[in-house]
């Protein structure tokens, strides 16, 4: 399983690895927040950041975790 943002491997993440989610870490924490994730959140999330079914958001996570944690 991976994440429906993203692509990362759930593997590679422990919060979805442990919960079984459908996005990883940071997808929840930027995209869906406090909210249950759901498949209507994820496909609004995903015409956020235009992308198209197949597409996947690319991402830095060492800097969007130090973004979230507010390391320089």
Avoid: H
Avoid at 31 to 50: D, H, N, V, W, Y
Avoid at 60 to 68: L, S
């Amino acid at each position: 399983m991976s994440c429906k943002i993203c692509n990362e491997p759930s593997k590679n993440d422990l919060f979805s690895y442990v919960t079984r989610d459908q996005v990883c870490s940071l997808c929840k924490l930027q995209f869906i927040g406090g909210l249950p994730t759901t498949e209507q959140r994820i496909t609004t999330a995903r015409a956020k950041l235009l992308l198209n079914p197949g597409e996947f958001w690319v991402r830095d996570r060492a800097a969007d975790a130090k973004a979230i944690l507010g390391y320089k």
